[in-house]
């Protein structure tokens, strides 16, 4: 199993920037890609951006442009840069593996992240 935990989040209001940090344990972390999802209360989780081994990136739509997801893999770590934040992206957020053997992997308590005018 690989375990993350996640810190960072806060109340901020429009407009603002906040960045996530994501703690791993384990070594499969640097093998693996990786990603960050959120949850709005009432919603399904969705994935809000991923990173393979090598750094190559890939965004939700709706923050294509706003967010920046980025690891290091000799830290076991992993960020998400949020700026321009508006309130539909206020969730709680998550690190989790992707593939298949992360498809059982405990998910950590998450960040909240609330943004409010």
């Known amino acids: 199993q690989v375990q993350f935990v996640e810190s960072g989040g806060g109340l901020v209001q429009p407009g603002d920037s906040l960045t996530l940090s994501c703690a791993a344990t384990?070594?499969?972390?640097?093998?693996?890609?990786m990603a960050w999802y959120r949850q709005a209360t009432g919603k399904e989780r969705e994935v809000v951006a991923t990173?393979?081994?090598?750094?190559?990136?890939g965004y939700r739509q709706v923050v294509q442009g706003r967010f920046t997801i980025t690891r290091d893999n000799a830290k076991n770590t992993m960020s998400l840069e949020m700026t321009d934040l508006k309130p539909e992206d206020t969730a709680v957020y998550f690190c989790?593996?992707?593939?298949?053997?992360?498809?059982?992997?405990?998910w950590g308590k998450g960040t909240p992240v609330t943004v409010w005018a």
């Open positions: 989790q593996g992707i593939g298949a053997l992360y498809k059982n992997n405990p």
């Open positions: 990173i393979t081994p090598g750094g190559k990136t």
């Open positions: 384990g070594s499969r972390f640097s093998s693996d890609a």
